[in-house]
Nanobody
Framework: QVQLVESGGGLVQAGGSLRLSCAAS????????MGWFRQAPGKERDFVAV????????RYADSVKGRFTISRDNAKNTVYLQMNSLKPEDTAVYYC???????????WGKGTLVTVSS
C-alpha cells in the first residue's frame, strides 16, 4: 500500500519557522517528482513547491519564494519543506504529493495543519 505521511505541522508565531516532512512508503519515489501543496480555509488547494527526482531542480510559488525551501532524501524516501519567516497567510493544511512529472501528481498524503498566529 502506497502512503505519503506528512508531519511537522503545528502552531507558530509570525516570523517563525517550521520544517515539514513527508515520508513515503509502499514503493520508492526516487524516480518521481515530489511536491507540496496547501489549502487555506475556504480556498482551493494551491501549489507551493516541487522538486525533481534528483533534487537538482526546484520550483516555487511566488508567494513563498525566498522563504520556503524544498529538499528530498531519496535514501529515506522523504521530502521536506523548510518554512521560514512564516506569515499568517501561510496558515493552511499542507499536502505532500508525488508523481511522474509535475503537474501530474498521482499520490497524495492526508495533510498536516500549519497555523501561523499574528
Amino acid at each position: 500500500q502506497v502512503q505519503l505521511v506528512e508531519s511537522g505541522g503545528g502552531l507558530v508565531q509570525a516570523g517563525g519557522s517550521l520544517r515539514l516532512s513527508c515520508a513515503a512508503s509502499g514503493r520508492t519515489f526516487s524516480s518521481d517528482a515530489m511536491g507540496w501543496f496547501r489549502q487555506a480555509p475556504g480556498k482551493e488547494r494551491d501549489f507551493v513547491a516541487v522538486i525533481n527526482r534528483s533534487g537538482g531542480i526546484t520550483r516555487y510559488a511566488d508567494s513563498v519564494k525566498g522563504r520556503f525551501t524544498i529538499s528530498r532524501d531519496n535514501a529515506k524516501n522523504t521530502v521536506y519543506l523548510q518554512m521560514n519567516s512564516l506569515k499568517p497567510e501561510d496558515t493552511a493544511v499542507y499536502y505532500c504529493a508525488a508523481g511522474p512529472l509535475y503537474p501530474r501528481m498521482d499520490y497524495w498524503g492526508k495533510g498536516t495543519l500549519v497555523t501561523v498566529s499574528s
